[in-house]
Nanobody
């Protein structure tokens, strides 16, 4: 079991940066793959990053590659999403997600891959 709380969202100008934080509570955090998703009204929830249990593998879709960086600190039960060069189309509610996975055989990029979700944090990029 794990509980997730996101923070760090806000209003930023195009080209600016934000760092989102996901704080997890529960046991065996280092056995969870972690992901960040975003969603806007009328659109499906979109995976923007995934990090493996030991941080050895990371995933980014083309829309954010080179601008977003995911990291985790298992000692602190925390994952981060550093977002640079933000664009208006990055505006969305961002969600942290966790999947219990004692072993990893693939990258988990689907909403249905995840067992636990945070409440979301709003990111608005506006000039």
């Amino acid at each position: 079991q794990v509980q997730l709380v996101e923070s760090g969202g806000g209003l930023v100008q195009p080209g600016g940066s934000l760092r989102l934080t996901c704080a997890a509570s529960g046991r065996a955090f280092n056995m969870y793959a972690m992901g960040w998703f975003r969603q806007v009204p009328g659109k499906e929830r979109e995976c923007v990053s995934v990090i493996a249990r030991n941080a050895g593998n990371r995933y980014y879709p083309d829309s954010v590659t080179g601008r977003f960086t995911i990291s985790r600190d298992n000692a602190k039960n925390t994952v981060y999403l550093q977002m640079n060069s933000l664009k208006p189309e990055d505006t969305a509610v961002y969600y942290c997600a966790a999947r219990a996975t004692p072993s990893e055989t693939r990258t988990f990029v689907r909403r249905s891959d995840y067992d636990y979700w945070g409440q979301g944090t709003q990111v608005t990029v506006s000039s």
